[in-house]
């Protein structure tokens, strides 16, 4: 049942011989170099002590957690906890339906089966690669964080947390991948189990705590690494894990290679898919509808949580200059509803990366030449694809915005004045997600192979955005992110020249791989 793992676990690690390295330096670096810069910012303990009535608030629980412990580690952990354990689930379950479900779905895996290789070893391969890469990351972030002088018993702790919590949503992706008959498919339900995590965890960090015993991403929190450390409870994230895998193990024994346990849907009518849009829209839309109802809770808990603050002014300067760059000047409650809208544009950017990346599936599927072979044209294809993450991306962020201003302003009794407020601080991040799919667009036409570094300039934004100023970047290496020309709203002014600017360079990037496209081979 397990002959070849071996060879495909060598296998394996040579196909992601970059990609997890680079995972893996990232998620052990990012705890560390947010502690070195607290050093920096907090150097004494009157310091920490001053900031932390500010950062106990329950919106800013909302998105980062409850600060367990009014020290370094504890600020550190605070801070990039949630971005670091988001993180590492995003890697695992990624690694694992990689080499799971995509691999059925190409026809690779049907003839690794046809030589000697056990029904089991796929799977045990892929759990394998995703385990090794979390162990490395969870020994790698222990031992930066003690190098920086952190408590060591903390920095196991948090490390320990990190391992685990890519362990569990290994599981989950490895359940996902037996359930469903495509590879987005599978990846868009492990991401779903992973916001629904993050979600529980932040509505019960604001109210019921024990509904964050009910989130993984709540569990690894509550390690309470550089507290009252507990040991056990990542006991509970490796049982929950293994669990996962037995499942997915018994249903790899109910299902033949390449088939799902879900069934398919039935094919279209005739004369439903008479255009590329109508095929683009069988394929897009259920991702789409996905991520409005994702959207619809994601606003209304992060919207509705910000009745919490108030204008607390800090007396650090330091703690003063990293808030306003996050979220403008116009008082704390303002700067955190920016700093919201900020972190769900980018969020909902995965979204327009996602849609604009479809392109590149269906190449490397080898189902776009047969249909370049109709009277279908490329740049129709093309653009029937784009749209919807041109289109896609302004209507999710009206979801969240629309959302997140029902329940402001119903905790606020200005429901009337805080919707088209909030819907504004939604809509303005969507040129700057659309530079993202220019950018996806351009690496299409011209460098196909390279299209997946379209993920790597969304991270790149998300730590210039989320962790730039606090890990001293340069101004002008945080302005190389569109999303750092966005206006501040709420209590920002509105200008419409960067605005412009940047949809000027989407449009640009998007010209540019449309004609790359026209210019090269299919495949």
């Known amino acids: ?58 919106a800013l629980e909302a998105i980062n957690g409850s600060l367990f412990s009014v020290t370094l580690g504890g600020l550190t952990a605070w801070k990039i906890g949630a971005t670091e354990f988001i993180l590492v689930a995003l890697m695992s379950l990624l690694t694992v339906v990689r080499h799971t479900r995509t691999e059925e779905e190409t026809g690779r895996l049907e003839l690794v089966g046809s030589a ?29 964080l003690a190098a920086t002088g952190l408590a060591v018993a903390g920095s196991v702790a948090f490390g320990l947390a990190t391992a685990v919590t890519g362990l569990l949503f290994a599981g989950v992706a490895a359940v996902a991948a037996q359930l469903v008959g495509a590879g987005r498919s599978a990846t868009g339900i492990a991401a779903g189990a992973l916001g629904a995590a993050y979600l529980l965890r932040a509505l019960g960090d604001t109210g019921s705590t024990w509904v964050s015993w009910v989130s993984p991403l709540g569990w690894a929190m ?65 991702v789409l509808f996905g991520w409005i109802v994702a959207m619809v809770f ?43 809208f900020g972190i769900l544009g980018l969020t909902i950017a995965a979204y327009t990366v996602q849609a604009t990346l479809r392109l590149h599936s269906e190449e490397a599927s080898q189902r776009v030449e047969p249909l370049l072979a109709t009277p279908v044209g490329r740049v129709q294809w093309v653009l029937s694809h784009l749209a919807f993450a041109v289109l896609g991306t302004p209507l999710l962020l009206a979801v969240a915005g629309l959302a997140g201003g029902v329940t402001y302003g119903l905790a606020t009794s200005d429901v009337g004045g805080q919707v088209p407020r909030l819907l504004e601080a939604a809509l303005v991040q969507t040129p700057a997600a659309w530079v993202l799919a220019g950018f996806g667009a351009a690496l299409f036409g011209l460098v196909p192979r390279l299209s997946v570094l379209t993920w790597g300039g969304l991270i790149a934004c998300f730590v210039a955005l989320e962790l730039g100023a606090l890990l001293g970047l340069s101004q002008w290496l ?12 709420p209590g920002d002014s509105l200008r419409f020249a960067p605005l412009g600017w940047l949809t000027v360079v989407a449009a640009a990037l998007s010209a540019a791989g449309l004609i790359g496209f026209r210019r090269r081979d299919v495949g």
Request: overall charge neutral; aromatic content about 8%; hydrophobic content about 50%.
């Open 478 to 489: 945080i302005d190389v992110s569109p999303f750092a020309h966005i206006p501040k709203l």
């Open 116 to 144: 000697a290789t056990g029904r089991y070893a796929p799977l045990t391969a892929a759990l394998l690669v995703a385990s090794i890469a979390n162990v490395v990351a969870g020994v790698l972030v222990a031992a930066f």
């Open 222 to 286: 509550r390690t309470r690494a550089y507290a009252d450390e507990r040991w056990w409870v990542p006991v509970l994230s490796l049982a929950v894990s293994f669990g996962c895998v037995g499942v997915a193990y018994a249903l790899v024994e109910r299902r033949d290679v390449g088939a799902s346990l879900v069934p398919e849907r039935a094919a279209p009518e005739a004369g439903t898919l008479g255009s590329p849009f109508a095929l683009a829209w069988r394929l897009q839309r259920g």
């Open 1 to 58: 049942m397990f002959a070849g793992t071996l060879t495909l676990l060598r296998l394996g690690l040579r196909l992601d011989r970059v990609r997890l390295p680079i995972w893996v330096l990232v998620l052990a670096v990012l705890p560390a170099a947010t502690a070195a810069q607290y050093m920096d910012l907090y150097p004494t303990d009157a310091d920490i002590q001053d900031v932390s009535g500010i950062l106990a608030n329950p």
């Open 298 to 340: 994601a606003g209304a808990v992060l919207g509705g949580s910000a009745n919490g603050l108030t204008d607390s002014v800090s007396s650090n300067e330091k703690l003063n200059d990293v808030l306003a760059r996050l979220g403008g000047d116009a008082g704390i409650t303002d700067a955190y509803l920016a700093a919201v």
